[in-house]
């Protein structure tokens, strides 16, 4: 019986030390074998599926684009191999990130705790690493959004449009410019606008529109 | 209570114009006068004499003391006196000669248009009698009043308004006022309606001066970037100087839905300063709503004057003037007088509603300014936050990652555990900063993860604490919901028994999220009293836990302080089973 084939890993991440020192630790086990890298999702989605690696580590955010899309593209093209995000966001946000990448798992960036080699053997063995309860969860919110997002379905598209302009720190001239309306019919938009999301203040709404619009976008 | 009716754009005070277009008239009319009456050349001097004399005074109150006292002396008569009408129909002014201070105080109130005085009022013509008391109008004389029998009333008219009535007693030398004295006051009457117009339009010249001036400093004050409660101070204390007023409070619009009145000026201003009432059912309220101004002419009997007119203020007319904003109304200005003195009349309203925009004006910049440095701010701690997750922490789990791969290597057992140490201690550093991110990017979350974030500082930041937060696995979504509520209750109270007893610098507050859920709260303080450990709420708690086959337990922890520690399964993941 000759020796175990190694399992063939492909590294995406913008920045070269990480994928050094990620290298030096995989190679190390004896067992995983590193066939290629990228530092860009371009370079990435290139050279993955020639390469035909068993798990492909794609880091969530990069220079041209982001780990998500890479995940999905190369699961399209051959969805035989398996994608572990890399992370430096906190769990919830990477359970997130993987759900909507169709990734088999995360790894947070965490030398200890999230141990990366085991994730690598487990996944490579067909194994998901999400959690079916946390999984079932995050779609659950997706599917029926908090109250918050639920006071954003009341507005209008126009009022929505102005409420990115507030956000955006636009005075209701300016606003009022940008949409080709009287800045009187701006003013009477805000107003409503402001009365349904039952604000008193332009900031509120701002605060606001930071956070919801940047949420569902 | 009366809404303020605006029938033009609010545009100006009335001009300074075309009063001396009058004088011609004035002149004609005397002319004529003079050929039909047939008075001695030494009245005309006289009434001549009258007529320069008032026509060169500007100060209205001077000017009416002057019209009085030259009528009696025209017409010799004993006493004289000018009403002033008020926009109901009563006298709101009485200006009197011959009557003294004392005999003045024994009568007690003056006149306030009854009887003879009322019938001039209602036919504003020249009206002579003999025997004043003889008419079928006449009331009769208050107790104290000295006896007046010859009466001569003829109206004051400014600009063809009947502004006021002369009213003359007691013709010396006579029984009665003659028909050349009515001749001679009528002429007078003339000449003294154009010096009450002139007197008025200098007043609002002088006022308007005051009026453009204050604004024009305001506006300075505010661009230079004077404090929003300056500014409105500012603003109260001017509008209560140029609008003649007695008390000036500015109030402000609270997200409750209640105005607070946050500035007050003149009568009773400390008592009435900080009071907040509300928009339903107030004259205030209404100002706000309608974003017209309002009036109320009897404020002690209005039940829609509230708290600002205290019981027993001498306060007699109040207007609330909108601080109408660029998107909503901000609050009202409301602007008070005094028993005794006239009503605001219309030029003075119209300054009220400029010192409502001029406040509206300093509202809406304070607040854009602080808009602007909110957002300002969110986007520094964006930035930040980004900066921090792609950057430092890539470099620090590469320099970990190399420190791990060395490891193996290092043939010294002393130098392995100083380079697991350094794994450890980069790794606690990397989490640390995740939720430093977290937290700068706190407005953008909801959730659990942002609800603990919001209780602890809470609690914490004002009790003037350090709080330390960790995160261990998915939290917003990996945590059960049926287990929130005891988590965020064991945290409260966790933290309050800290901030109370504890004298800590600092909290220390970890939550994980696995097969358990495992809450610990730990301080650097003097440890808690032993019947704290015991309390209801503690005990209860750990019932609970207990029953959920977890386990809750408060404890000094090792460095010092209390540790708190709370953990139950993850329950949802326990029951089902599918977790691995």
Not at chain 1, 102 to 107: Q, R
Not at chain 2, 406 to 415: E, F, G, K, L, S
Not at chain 2, 431 to 453: K, W
Request: aromatic share 4%; net charge negative; with cysteine.
């Amino acid at each position: 019986m000759g020796p175990m084939p190694k399992t063939r890993v492909f590294l995406l991440d913008d920045h070269e030390i990480v994928r050094q020192g990620l290298r030096a630790l995989l190679e190390s086990q004896g067992d995983i074998e590193v066939v290629g890298e990228a530092g860009t999702a371009a370079e990435a989605l290139a050279r993955i599926p020639p390469l035909r690696p068993d798990v492909a580590v794609l880091d969530v955010r990069l220079p041209d684009g982001d780990g998500v899309q890479v995940c999905r593209e190369v699961r399209a093209a051959a969805p035989e191999i398996q994608c572990l995000m890399l992370t430096s966001f906190a769990d919830d946000e990477a359970l997130f990130e993987a759900i909507m990448a169709g990734a088999a798992g995360y790894v947070l960036k965490q030398i200890k705790g999230t141990d990366i080699v085991d994730a690598i053997r487990r996944v490579a063995a067909g194994e998901s690493l999400l959690d079916p309860d946390a999984t079932k969860r995050v779609l659950d919110r997706i599917r029926n959004p908090p109250e918050e997002d639920e006071r954003l379905t009341t507005l209008t598209p126009q009022e929505r449009r102005i409420l990115e302009l507030i956000t955006d720190g636009l005075t209701n001239r300016q606003i009022a410019e940008e949409m080709f309306l009287a800045e009187k019919t701006v003013k009477n938009y805000v107003s409503n606008l402001l009365a349904k999301l039952s604000m008193e203040r332009r900031t509120q709404a701002a605060v606001f529109g930071a956070r919801v619009l940047k949420q569902s976008d | 209570m009366s809404e303020i009716e605006r029938d033009d754009d609010g545009a100006a005070l009335p001009q300074l114009a075309a009063a001396h277009l009058r004088l011609e008239d004035l002149l004609g009319e005397l002319q004529e006068r003079a050929v039909v009456i047939s008075a001695s050349a030494d009245r005309l001097r006289i009434l001549l004499e009258t007529v320069l004399a008032v026509g060169m005074g500007l100060d209205l109150p001077s000017v009416l003391r002057a019209i009085v006292r030259g009528a009696c002396r025209l017409v010799d008569a004993k006493y004289g006196a000018l009403g002033v009408i008020g926009p109901d129909g009563h006298l709101i002014e009485f200006v009197t000669i011959g009557v003294d201070d004392e005999t003045r105080a024994r009568i007690g109130h003056e006149p306030e248009g009854h009887g003879i005085l009322g019938l001039l009022i209602r036919e504003p013509r020249a009206l002579r009698l003999a025997n004043l008391q003889e008419h079928p109008d006449s009331f009769g004389f208050p107790p104290n009043h000295p006896p007046m029998s010859s009466f001569l009333g003829v109206p004051v008219k400014v600009r063809d308004v009947v502004f006021g009535n002369l009213y003359l007693c007691e013709k010396e030398g006579a029984d009665a006022f003659s028909e050349v004295d009515e001749e001679l006051i009528g002429a007078l009457a003339v000449a003294a309606g154009i010096a009450i117009e002139n007197a008025r339009l200098y007043d609002d010249g002088q006022r308007r001066e005051q009026l453009l001036t204050a604004i024009a400093e305001i506006n300075l004050g505010l661009l230079s970037g004077t404090p929003v409660v300056a500014a409105l101070d500012e603003i109260a204390t001017r509008a209560l100087a140029i609008a003649g007023a007695d008390s000036v409070g500015i109030l402000l619009a609270e997200p409750d839905g209640v105005l607070r009145v946050s500035i007050s000026r003149g009568d009773n201003a400390d008592e009435i300063r900080g009071t907040t009432l509300p928009v339903a059912g107030t004259a205030a309220g209404d100002a706000f709503t309608t974003g017209r101004s309002q009036r109320v002419d009897d404020p002690s009997s209005d039940p829609r004057v509230r708290v600002e007119v205290l019981e027993g203020s001498s306060t007699k007319e109040v207007i609330y003037a909108p601080l109408t904003g660029q998107d909503t109304c901000l609050g009202v200005i409301r602007v008070g007088r005094n028993k005794g003195r006239s009503m605001f009349d219309e030029r003075e309203i119209r300054i009220i509603e400029a010192f409502a925009r001029q406040a509206a004006l300093a509202v809406e910049l304070a607040r854009s300014r602080d808009d602007r440095d909110l957002l300002g701010r969110l986007e520094d701690r964006e930035r930040i936050a980004r900066n921090l997750h792609d950057t430092v922490i890539q470099r620090l789990f590469a320099v970990g990652m190399m420190l791990q791969s060395i490891t193996p290597n290092a043939t010294r057992d002393a130098d392995r555990d100083r380079l697991v140490r350094a794994v450890d201690e980069i790794d606690e550093t990397i989490r640390e900063i995740r939720t430093s991110i977290f937290a700068l990017e706190l407005h953008q979350h909801s959730g659990l993860r942002a609800e603990v974030h919001e209780l602890v500082h809470d609690v914490v930041d004002r009790a003037g604490l350090d709080a330390r937060i960790t995160f261990e696995g998915t939290i917003d979504a990996g945590i059960a919901p049926e287990v929130v509520p005891d988590l965020l209750a064991v945290l409260r109270e966790a933290l309050s028994n800290t901030v109370r007893h504890a004298q800590a610098t600092m909290v220390d507050v970890r939550l994980a999220s696995g097969d358990d859920v495992e809450l610990r709260v730990s301080d650097d303080g003097i440890g808690l009293p032993d019947d704290l450990r015991r309390r209801s709420g503690l005990a209860n708690l750990a019932q609970r836990a207990e029953a959920l086959g977890g386990e809750f337990r408060v404890e000094p922890s090792p460095s010092g302080g209390t540790k708190v520690s709370w953990r139950v399964p993850n329950r949802s993941a326990y029951q089902d089973g599918s977790h691995a």
